[in-house]
T-cell receptor, first 110, second 116 residues
């Protein structure tokens, strides 16, 4: 089983739609969880940290489910500018490493 | 300011050349990272420096040689690279391992390397 798994997509959604991505992780001792956004040929940029209680930032909501070992990202009212690859990142306990999922591609269509 | 800078933005080199990539941050971060990213793949960790000491080397070939001259700077020296080393090389920094629970990594814009 991969340490961090994501559905690669692509998810093609119309503008205004709500879309959700999940990411599963294998190490139950992981403590730090993040969603990054990466545009084509650019660096990853932090979208949100994911906290135990869940957190929201505008149209974006992140959730953590420790029992099932997954994190999720919900995007409401999708914009064309949301088109990107969304990377799930989880720390590897006991190390300085961050493990990246393969990324989920989102295309928001006009 | 959450800026990590990298130079050069683009680099073309032959297999016999020696070149260096540079990374700089002024956020007071004590952990710095080098990643390699191929097209349509996630970043792949190469090296981690913690408090200016090499903490992790992910079995990277010796033709890649990292250096951390001080807490703000990170270099990656390249020598005798192969065409398959062509990729986007990303530098990142974070506050310092173990200093906070949700320790965020900040990435530089990367150096796009082409080895001919």
């Amino acid at each position: 089983r991969k340490e961090v798994e994501q559905d690669p997509g692509p998810f093609n959604v119309p503008e205004g739609a709500t879309v959700a991505f999940n990411c599963t992780y294998s190490n139950s001792a992981s403590q730090s969880f993040f969603w990054y956004r990466q545009d084509c040929r650019k660096e990853p940029k932090l979208l949100m940290s994911v906290y135990s209680s869940g957190n929201e930032d505008g149209r974006f909501t992140a959730q953590l489910n420790r029992a099932s070992q997954y994190i999720s990202l919900l995007i409401r009212d999708s914009k064309l500018s949301d088109s990107a690859t969304y990377l799930c990142v989880v720390n590897k306990p006991g190390t300085y490493k961050y493990i990246f999922g393969t990324g989920t591609r989102l295309k928001v269509l006009a | 300011d959450t800026e990590v800078t990298q130079t050069p933005k683009h680099l073309v080199m032959g297999m016999t050349n020696k070149k260096s990539l540079k990374c700089e941050q002024h956020m007071g971060h004590r952990a710095m990272y080098w990643y390699k990213q191929k097209a349509k793949k996630p970043p792949e960790l190469m090296f981690v420096y913690s408090y200016e000491k090499l903490s992790i080397n992910e079995s990277v070939p010796s033709r890649f040689s990292p250096e951390c001259p001080n807490s703000s700077l990170l270099n990656l020296h390249l020598h005798a690279l192969q065409p398959e080393d062509s990729a986007l090389y990303l530098c990142a920094s974070s506050l310092g391992p173990g200093l906070q629970l949700q320790e965020t990594q900040y990435f530089g814009p990367g150096t796009r390397l082409l080895v001919l």
